[in-house]
């Protein structure tokens, strides 16, 4: 998780080069637990494609984050 000021960026790091929407089923529960003080997800994995797996989740290869 990233705090800055009052908001929240949870972030989870899969090592799955295919990642599902269930592989983001912790940082939705944490969305949920914190309410607008979370932004989106960010789901961290180990394959190629960037892409939103709900509108509050988006999976990114590592290595482009990094």
Request: aromatic share 8%; glycine share 6%; no cysteine.
């Amino acid at each position: 998780m990233v705090e800055a000021a009052d908001r929240l960026l949870p972030i989870e790091v899969k090592a799955s080069s295919r990642p599902r929407l269930r592989d983001a089923a912790h940082l939705r529960s944490f969305r949920a637990e914190y309410g607008p003080r979370a932004t989106s997800g960010l789901l961290l994995h180990g394959g190629t494609d960037t892409q939103w797996l709900a509108p509050d989740v988006l999976a990114v290869p590592w290595w482009r984050v990094l």
